[in-house]
């Protein structure tokens, strides 16, 4: 049962990545998906999440415009897409399993995830 992200690296602003979290071990396409990050001597932040269908989708609003969240259920991904990238997007980025299979609570909330991936860093240079 595990979360496995990837696709983080050295960008300059205004340039993009993509994010990807492969799930295996457990029935990903029944669990809503969330996106964090965090930099040094900083809580965690919600990045983006979005419903077992992708029909539902959240993003932080400073993220918003630049960062879209999407899955694949027949490959068991997540993505976050990331254009526009700012200095300030700096940090380890981690995709997360909501507990619920639906969304029972707040989304941005770091207790509702019960499965975390190790993280990839994105690194944005002005």
């Known amino acids: 049962v595990q979360l496995q992200a990837s696709g983080g690296g050295s960008v300059q602003a205004g340039g993009s990545l993509r994010l990807s979290c492969v799930a295996s071990?457990?029935?990903?396409?029944?669990?809503?998906m969330g996106w964090f990050r965090q930099t040094p001597g900083k809580e965690r932040e919600f990045v983006a999440a979005t419903s077992w269908t992708g029909s539902l989708k959240y993003v932080v609003d400073s993220v918003k415009g630049r960062f879209t969240i999407s899955r694949d259920n027949a490959k068991n991904v997540v993505y976050l897409e990331m254009n526009s990238l700012k200095p300030e997007d700096t940090a380890v980025y981690s995709c997360?399993?909501?507990?619920?299979?639906?969304?029972?609570?707040?989304?941005?909330?770091?207790?509702?995830?019960?499965?975390w991936g190790q993280g990839t860093l994105v690194t944005v240079s002005s």
């Open positions: 071990g457990w029935n990903f396409s029944n669990y809503p």
């Open positions: 997360a399993r909501y507990r619920h299979s639906y969304f029972a609570g707040q989304v941005s909330s770091l207790d509702q995830y019960n499965l």
